[in-house]
């Protein structure tokens, strides 16, 4: 964990606004304090080999001005390195102010035409320069968020911190919704951040297995979707505007061996707020297995199993 340095600041360069659950509205508990800790997971893309993301500080906004903790040397993550219920500890305990918080934003070091994946020696870490991604052709791209170095992407929400209790988040971001490469766009890809914000103790996780012919169909690249209850599976809307038919969470499909050295291809979906959903397989995001989608219910610190036969 990198050495943190804690300060008020009234901005900050670069920034993503974060949605979290509890209670909104902003409030104190005078000089009570309680701690914060947030993990980053992803949803997968299969044209990447690593997304390395670089994240400087973090900023959360009470009734005052903003407190900003410092990450100094900033954290890197692969996101790719962890997936379905695996995240990577960014705070663990930060100790804050109690009380009511009204938003919380992460500082990414993503700017456009800079040398972000400079350095890197091709190994699994992040080594790199700022943040970046490696195509699966070797090709290395600089991340660029869309007027991040102003205001960044905003999603208001609201949180608590607890009089001497932790409050426990994840950030996942969703890859397959969030990087494309609009055209003259190169050697930038661009990078619009599809991020679930959730409270740990609110969620639970999905898996299951998907048939070895639905896997290995030609061209295929086996993912699985999930949707809010009661829509049908579609493919993902890329424009600028947020469509709330898209999925809420993607998955790759991952092969295996079992003890018999069969293959196997499974998936998770981790950190799903409890409730009813929509799950279809998919080889190209476009069509889907079964086309109405399975219906999906998802409790508190639960896995839920569902196979694609």
Known sequence: MARKKTHYAHTLMMAVFLPLAGCGGSGSSGDATGYLSLGISDAPVHEAEKVCISFD???????????????????????????????????????LPAGNYQWMRLGVDAVQGTSGGAGDTGGAGCDGEGSYIVM??????????????????????????????????????DLMKSITSPPGALPDVTLRPTIRLVNNIDVGALTGEVAVELATAENCAPSVYVFDDGVVPNAIDTGDVADPEDPVATAMVNEHTNDAAMPIYDYTVGFLLAGDYEAAFTCDGETFEPAGGKNVTIAEQQLTTVNFP
């Open 57 to 95: 500080e973090i900023e959360f906004k009470g009734t005052g001005d903003p407190l900003v903790v410092s990450l100094d040397p900033p954290e890197k993550v692969n996101l790719l390195d962890f997936q379905g219920n695996n995240a990577a500890p960014i705070l663990f305990r930060e100790e």
């Open 136 to 173: 699966n052709d070797g090709n290395v791209y600089n991340l660029y968020v869309p007027s991040g170095a102003q205001t960044g992407l905003k999603l208001v929400g609201g949180f608590t911190v607890p009089a001497n209790g932790t409050a426990d988040f994840t950030a996942e971001f």
